[in-house]
């Protein structure tokens, strides 16, 4: 299947302060990424969906200005938690979108989380 | 609006089956995928039917009744390392729109 990584698997910061996390698609392009928040034993909530080239699309109740979402390549979007609190502490998951051709399934391959603390 | 409907918890002992039930009610469906996740990672992706039917892969088989909004998840022969959370998703739009979640638990 195709592979999805992200950077960094865990961080800890103070709060007040900002985190940048990466997502990328290693073996395919990647039109559409998307970013998710899980807290624990809950389920994965769509924070925003991130498109190449243009402006992401973030879900409502999510702020824009605080959770920062660039798609600049077809491999590569990051995700910029600004001015991060303890209450943004949570997991937080990208997925990659398989472009789709005919007889394939519109599939999303997920990276393997950042897990984000913050003090 | 939207939601998905699943139960919070299975137990099943080992080399038995267990099917996961979910219901959905969303506004647009194109259709139904099913992930794997274990503890601390990320969620792993299983299965899909865009159509009404059953789809086999391997050990796990997932069906989906369009009509009653109704799919489910099959596990058979289960081992230990099945124990996992898992997660039906509707694919709304281009969107994944998940599920609660059911924690399987397999015991031996």
């Known amino acids: 299947g195709a592979v999805v990584s992200q950077h960094p698997s865990w961080v800890i910061c103070k709060s007040g302060t900002s985190v940048k996390i990466e997502c990328r698609s290693l073996?395919?392009?990647?039109?559409?990424m998307f970013w998710y928040r899980q807290f624990p034993k809950q389920s994965l909530m769509l924070m925003a969906t991130?498109?190449?080239?243009?402006?992401?699309?973030?879900e409502q109740g999510v702020e824009k200005d605080k959770f920062l979402i660039n798609h600049a390549s077809l491999t590569l979007s990051t995700l910029t938690v600004t001015s991060a609190h303890p209450e943004d502490s949570s997991f937080y998951i990208c997925s990659a979108r398989v472009p789709v051709t005919s007889g394939s399934t519109d599939t999303q391959y997920f990276g393997p989380g950042t897990r984000l603390t913050v003090l | 609006g939207q939601s998905l409907e699943q139960p919070s918890e299975v137990t099943a002992v080992e080399g038995a089956i267990v099917q996961i039930n979910c219901t959905y009610q969303t506004s647009g469906f194109y259709g139904l995928s099913w992930y794997q996740q274990h503890d601390g990672g990320a969620p792993t992706f299983l299965s899909y039917?865009?159509?009404?039917g059953l789809e086999e892969t391997g050990r796990f088989s997932s069906f989906l009744s369009r009509s009653d909004s109704y799919g489910y998840l099959l596990l058979q022969e289960l081992q230990m390392k099945d124990s996992a959370s898992y997660f039906c998703?509707?694919?709304?739009?281009?969107?994944?729109?998940f599920g609660s979640g059911t924690r399987l638990l397999v015991r031996p």
């Open positions: 073996d395919f392009q990647a039109t559409t």
């Open positions: 991130s498109n190449e080239g243009s402006k992401a699309t973030y």
């Open positions: 998703a509707v694919l709304s739009s281009y969107k994944l729109i």
């Open positions: 039917n865009a159509l009404d």
